[in-house]
């Protein structure tokens, strides 16, 4: 399984953007980028995926690098509901094995009010 | 459209017991998979079921197992008891078989093994 690396912890302000970062350097040429999220007491949530161009929905935005060896999560503006665990996750495109999704460490994300 | 339903949420067990955790996915999802959340190990895989047949396991012992009913309901059973079971089960249901779909994930069935 190709891993991810994300910091353990990040800590950001009330109503201002965050970007998480998360480097994947052994991606291979079929895996989605997908970011989850978990926050307190709760499942981990689906936030957003991506494959080679930038993707935006109503709760964040994924930046790809070119060479697709690192993405950004950006929230555009960070609300207190939005103090997660951060996890980015690479799946492939495939059938067999589809539903097993590798969590690595996660990035803490912490917001002041 | 109700979520992903599990039960118990809680449950206390003593060593040597098992448990059986049930799951009933969202509604049209025929993929259902099992997690082991625990704060040592983090999120780590258990098994995937679609149309009642497992497609994979993850890396735990025999005595972790699942089952998927016509209905799409799964259960995992747990024998033998360890203290080290104790963990947060998540169970998963998704639409498509993909890597594409997105997992929809319930609260967790909490397991305390004494």
């Known amino acids: 399984d190709a891993k991810t690396t994300q910091p353990n912890s990040m800590e950001s302000n009330e109503e201002e953007p965050v970007h998480l970062p998360c480097n994947h350097s052994t991606i291979s040429g079929t895996d989605y980028i997908h970011w989850y999220r978990q926050l307190p007491s709760q499942g981990p949530e689906y936030v957003i995926h991506?494959?080679?161009s930038n993707v935006n929905n109503r709760m964040a935005s994924l930046a790809i690098a070119e060479d697709r060896k690192s993405s950004t999560l950006i929230l555009h503006r960070a609300t207190l509901r939005d103090a997660a665990v951060y996890y980015c996750i690479l799946r492939a495109a495939i059938i067999q094995g589809a539903q097993k999704l590798v969590f690595g460490q996660g990035t803490r994300l912490t917001i002041n009010p | 459209k109700a979520g992903v339903t599990q039960t118990p949420r809680y449950l206390i067990k003593t060593r040597g017991q098992q448990v059986t955790l049930s799951c009933s996915p969202i509604s049209g999802h025929r993929s259902v998979s099992w997690y082991q959340q625990t704060p040592g190990q983090g999120l780590q895989f258990l098994f995937e079921y679609f149309s009642e047949t497992q497609r994979n396991k993850g890396n735990f012992p025999g005595r972790f197992s699942g089952r998927q009913f016509s209905n799409s309901r799964s259960e995992m059973n747990v024998s033998t008891l360890e203290l080290g079971d104790s963990a947060l089960y998540l169970c998963a249901s998704s639409q498509r078989t993909s890597g594409l779909g997105e997992l929809f994930f319930g609260e967790g069935s909490r397991l305390t093994v004494l």
């Open positions: 991506g494959l080679t």
